[in-house]
């Protein structure tokens, strides 16, 4: 069974920094995920990625599959991208295998 | 919207009772998977459907049961409640698997 580790657990930052946060895994995969939790509870899906790196407006999300190890960055961070940040594996048949989540807080 | 609904957004019930979750996954998937998320356990994988019929299960416990109609829709039973059965449900859906998942909005169940 693979194993999901994030980090930080929680972090708080000042808007306008630059936003790091990490995924590891135990077991080789075909795809990583990474979803964002709001407060209201709903999940979105923000990455889903195999190899290399994607980027969406000032979210940028890469993969080192050898070092079974993802990063989520933001960019000029805002108090609007305050969620739980969550990185997932699998979601194949069987399904996704998720980290505990990352609770970002960005104050203004 | 990511295109997937489900009802009812919050159900509040006793102990020992028995509750349906209904998840429509957007249009043109044929894949739904279920989640549970609870404060000790987070986010697990319970069951996974295609085009009507199961393809995987996870940590579903055998008082819960899930199934998929001819229209797609999925529906999760959960009977004998027990307080520790008080999570967020989540579907979510995907053309196949191993493609990116849609998730629904949740139902949120309380267990008293």
């Known amino acids: 069974k693979n194993e999901v580790e994030q980090s930080p657990q929680n972090l708080t930052a000042q808007e306008g920094e630059f936003i790091t946060i990490n995924c590891s895994y135990s077991?080789?995969?075909?795809?990583l995920h990474w979803l964002q939790q709001h407060p209201g509870g709903g999940i979105v899906s923000l990455f889903m990625?195999?190899?290399g790196k994607k980027k969406h407006g000032r979210l940028i999300a890469t993969i080192n599959i050898q070092e079974k190890h993802s990063s989520l960055h933001i960019t000029a961070s805002h108090p609007r991208d305050s969620a739980v940040y969550i990185c997932a594996v699998g979601g194949g048949a069987d399904g996704l295998t998720f980290g505990k989540g990352t609770h970002l807080i960005i104050q203004p | 919207d990511s295109g997937v609904t489900q009802t009812p957004k919050h159900l509040i019930t006793a102990t020992g009772q028995r509750v349906t979750l209904r998840c429509s996954p957007r249009s043109g998937d044929l894949s739904v998977y279920w989640y549970q998320q609870s404060l000790d356990q987070g986010l697990q994988f319970l069951i996974h459907?295609?085009?009507?019929?199961?393809?995987a299960k996870g940590n579903i416990l055998e008082r819960f049961s899930a199934q998929q109609f001819p229209d797609l829709h999925s529906e999760l039973n959960l009977s004998s409640l027990e307080l520790g059965d008080s999570a967020l449900y989540f579907c979510a859906s995907s053309v196949g698997w191993g493609v990116e998942q849609y998730f629904g909005p949740g139902t949120r169940l309380t267990v008293t």
């Open positions: 990625l195999s190899s």
């Open positions: 459907y295609y085009n009507g019929e199961e393809r």
């Open positions: 077991v080789g995969i075909s795809a």
